[in-house]
């Protein structure tokens, strides 16, 4: 989750600068 890009979904983990990270 921490190497996906910002703005990923809930389920995909998002990302450290995403909106809602799911398992960050």
Same mark, same amino acid.
């Given at each position: %989750? /921490? +190497? &996906?890009? %910002? #703005? !990923? !979904? %809930? $389920? /995909? #983990? @998002?990302? $450290? &600068? !995403?909106?809602? @990270? !799911? +398992?960050?």
């Amino acid at each position: %989750a /921490d +190497r &996906r890009p %910002a #703005g !990923g !979904g %809930a $389920r /995909d #983990g @998002g990302g $450290r &600068r !995403g909106t809602r @990270g !799911g +398992r960050l």
